[in-house]
């Protein structure tokens, strides 16, 4: 029976960012009277439920030698302009400046209620066309035949866009020793591949072609040898994306037949061909 224990951190969910409430920017030397133009615009964006628009009213006042030049322009967050109106006030006019530039405000409101919704976020970026990803892997494999549990560490570098990529691995695996007549015997691999890797949302497939050596030795015997083996396996991992990499199940097989052979040669032990097991990967950078 093969027991695997995974532990990941759950991280901490992130709360989405409160909608941006309006700012009414008043650059009045003369004419018009700032906390007023204030009291009014804010009392139009309550009306019009716009708390949380996000909206920039922006009232600028240029004097002149008979009439004062007023600009009302009122934009999203991003600097999309809504509204953009100039008026001419003599001094006579001044007074009710704040009571015009409110129903201004009020009027455009009323014919373009969709500016008083919160601002469309903003468009994700893009990912890069390319990048290049480092992955710790870590598996813990049952094999068979013969019936075993092995162990594996290794480093996964890929590159690619778009979904796919394309990579270089590494691995080193030993096991528990098995079971060869009056003794037993141990494997330790160490296995460079080429790598290929799909992400189709939160999930994830790769597929790995590995070669390398194979070093068997004997445990236990009155005379212990050890021989190397050359090696090669085709692995197929396919699992689902977490906070720190993936974590599935993982196959590798091979149609390479070797055998632990004591030196007598009275007892032959298939070296395993399957190895199927929970797999992790670890994103480093």
Do not use: K
């Not at 004419?31 to 615009?41: F, L, M, Q």
């Amino acid at each position: 029976m093969l027991l695997v224990v995974a532990i990941g951190c759950r991280p901490a969910p992130v709360r989405a960012p409160e909608p941006p409430t309006p700012v009414i920017r008043v650059d009045a030397p003369t004419c018009v009277a700032g906390d007023a133009v204030r009291t009014g615009v804010q009392r139009v964006l309550h009306e019009h439920h716009a708390e949380r628009s996000g909206l920039v009213v922006d009232v600028a006042v240029t004097p002149g030698d008979e009439t004062a030049d007023v600009a009302l322009r009122v934009l999203r967050p991003r600097g999309d302009v809504g509204l953009d109106r100039h008026y001419a006030l003599s001094p006579a006019d001044c007074a009710s400046a704040p009571d015009l530039i409110a129903l201004a405000v009020d009027r455009w409101l009323t014919a373009f209620p969709e500016w008083a919704e919160p601002p469309p976020p903003p468009p994700p970026s893009p990912p890069p066309s390319r990048w290049t990803d480092v992955h710790a892997t870590v598996t813990v494999s049952g094999m068979a035949p013969p019936l075993g549990v092995e162990g594996q560490l290794g480093a996964l570098v890929d590159r690619g866009g778009d979904g796919h990529r394309f990579g270089l691995s590494g691995l080193v695996r030993t096991g528990l020793p098995q079971d060869a007549g009056d003794g037993r015997f141990r494997q330790i691999a160490l296995l460079a591949g080429a790598a290929w890797r799909l992400e189709i949302g939160a999930w994830e497939l790769r597929g790995e072609v590995r070669g390398g050596a194979l070093r068997v030795s004997g445990i236990g015997f009155f005379e212990n040898d050890a021989s190397w083996l050359p090696w090669w396996e085709v692995a197929l991992f396919g699992g689902r994306a977490v906070s720190f990499g993936a974590i599935g199940l993982e196959v590798a097989g091979t149609a390479q037949r070797d055998h632990a052979v004591t030196g007598d040669g009275l007892v032959s032990e298939d070296i395993p061909l399957v190895r199927l097991g929970l797999s992790g990967t670890f994103q480093i950078r």
